[in-house]
């Protein structure tokens, strides 16, 4: 029984080996089928030339790709850094505010689990989107990983079977992924967590104070 690359070798029609590639109809032929009717007035080339130039197209669109993909990569491991620099900012910022809150007095512990549960929110929503970018960066690489695969294995197969799927190749090898990019205000806003953070926490304990010094001050006339 003859191989599956033996039987693609050879015309399906005639039996005879496909040595001529019909640009016209873009296909295999034999020289039987060059004589033929339905090939009347087409151009031919020799197959092993046909496929070379091919796969000189298929090698400039494949540098493309690897050259996307260099990128892209790139670009995952920068998301990746700023998503670990994204939790120690968290975790640095949670600290001082621990830190500038201790050196209050108890009644402004309510402030201070405020504060840190807006910081926690930032912090939860950002990482969030960090992820989502990460999961999606990721499945880009593994698509153009998989193409450059499929492309160059295929590239290393016989002449024939290779110009048989080249129409699928060139057209799976084009890429319109645009390239990632780091937007502002991925990162925790650290400015707004902890600038003049002792005065506005004082000028929020001062009005408390006064209100509560006023309020004193009032129940004392009304008892008096």
Known sequence: MKSPVMMEAHCGLHGEKLLIFCEDDQECICVVCQTSKGHRNHHFRPVEEAAQDMK???????????????KIITFKEEYEKTAKHLKSQFQQTEKRIKEEFEKLHGFLREEEEARLAILR???????RRMKEKIENISKHVSTLSEKIRDTETTMKSGDI????????LKARAQCSLQDPELAS???IDMAKHLGSLKFRVWEKMLGTVQYRACKAEAQGRRTG
Not at 56 to 70: D, P, V
Not at 121 to 127: A, T
């Open 56 to 70: 000189e197209e298929l090698r400039t669109a494949l540098n493309i790709l690897n050259e996307k993909l260099e």
């Open 185 to 187: 205000g991925e990162l």
């Open 161 to 168: 079977f290779f110009l048989k799927r080249y129409k699928d």
């Open 121 to 127: 929110v930032e912090e939860k929503e950002k990482s």
